[in-house]
């Protein structure tokens, strides 16, 4: 799984709510005191394997129950205030956003062509495609990130002077809807239809919408030479804020009870449109942006939804266990990330189930 890398040329943005804002320990976690109590002795015993794992970048784990903390641990250096670059689970992220302002009827409908939204795109490949195959990678463009001679590669992107122009000018190369490919492009253009739809950036969008809601006080989220927010990753987050979203996920769509992202649009995000298994090791299908696998534990089969992102950074839900797993991890471009996150995740089930 390919993922949106930081460049230090791109502009950022960092946000700090104010003293109004309700903070992940009074709408989530509880007070430190709290969430100590509500520890679970095995699920936090499991997370001490990886003290002194091979390689020294795994950097948090944040177990939720129940929208409560009940395993944290934090590895390498790192603690709960640290900002972390979750590389492409920001693309989740963006599939939230883009919920939340259909929600609004900002946006009308996934089926829309992007051009509805992005005058600028009529007559190009990409303005004829729909937002839904956007959301589900499956455009038809010349985008592929695991190929770097493809036209429109991750780093091409990244790289452009100007990157609405650059994504204006990439060619198709099948019909839209036909074919699956993992590209940065396409969630790219994902905050892009967001950006238009809303009227304003995406990061503010995001502040108001959907950070602010879940008490998420402390993130980072870059833009590109244009000043467009990376709908396609470069997101940082403390492992904290990143469990708070999929709690969100969980509890589908309200947090603090409050109502982030409808319910409707979850289960329309979530649910597989397209199978993957043969071409990703760590996923049986992909809907909106979010990965889906269901993993057999001894007898037990668990379903879970997920965001990944390069390096094994994931945000589990886990409604069967009634659990969010939430993985941040610096292995940017080493297999081995990805492997170690899935089995923090078995393990955890496995301590799970075993009572």
Do not use: C
């Not at 990439?170 to 892009?192: D, E, F, K, Q």
């Not at 919408?209 to 990376?230: C, E, M, N, Q, V």
């Amino acid at each position: 799984m390919a993922a949106g890398k930081g460049r230090s040329r791109l502009m950022t943005r960092i946000a700090t709510i104010g003293g109004l804002a309700l903070t992940l320990a009074a709408i989530l976690l509880g007070s430190t005191d709290q969430a100590e109590a509500r520890t679970d002795a095995k699920l936090a015993e499991t997370l001490v394997t990886w003290d002194k794992g091979e390689h020294r970048d795994l950097n948090a784990v944040v177990v939720l129950r129940d929208g409560r903390i009940v395993a944290e641990r934090y590895y390498n250096g790192e603690n709960a205030d640290t900002l972390h670059d979750v590389r492409s689970a920001g693309k989740s992220v963006t599939a939230l956003l883009v919920g939340i302002a259909r929600d609004r009827r900002l946006i009308r409908n996934v089926g829309d062509a992007v051009a509805a939204y992005w005058p600028e795109a009529r007559g190009t490949a990409i303005g004829k495609v729909s937002l839904a195959d956007v959301l589900t990678m499956r455009s038809g463009l010349a985008a592929f990130d695991e190929d770097s001679d493809s036209p429109g590669n991750e780093d091409r992107l990244d790289a452009a002077p100007d990157p609405l122009a650059f994504t204006l000018g990439i060619p198709r190369t099948a019909p839209p809807g036909s074919v699956y490919r993992y590209n940065s492009l396409t969630s790219y253009v994902a905050g892009l239809v967001v950006t238009k739809a809303v009227g304003r950036p995406m990061a503010d969008f995001a502040e108001e919408a959907l950070f602010r809601p879940l008490g998420i006080t402390r993130w980072r989220w870059a833009s590109d030479a244009a000043g467009i927010t990376k709908g396609q990753g470069n997101l940082w987050l403390t492992a904290r804020g990143f469990a708070a979203i999929g709690q969100m996920v969980l509890d589908g769509g309200v947090f603090g009870g409050r109502r982030v992202v409808s319910a409707a649009w979850l289960q329309e995000a979530l649910v597989p449109r397209v199978t993957i298994s043969g071409k990703d090791p760590y996923a049986d299908g992909y809907g909106y942006f979010w990965y889906s696998k269901t993993h057999l534990i001894g007898d037990v089969s668990v379903p879970v939804s997920f965001a990944s992102g390069n390096g094994g950074n994931k945000i589990y839900v886990i409604p069967s266990r009634h659990m969010v797993v939430a993985i941040t991890s610096s292995a940017y471009g080493r297999g081995y990330g990805q492997r170690r996150s899935e089995a923090i995740l078995k393990a955890l089930l496995a301590a799970d189930l075993s009572r």
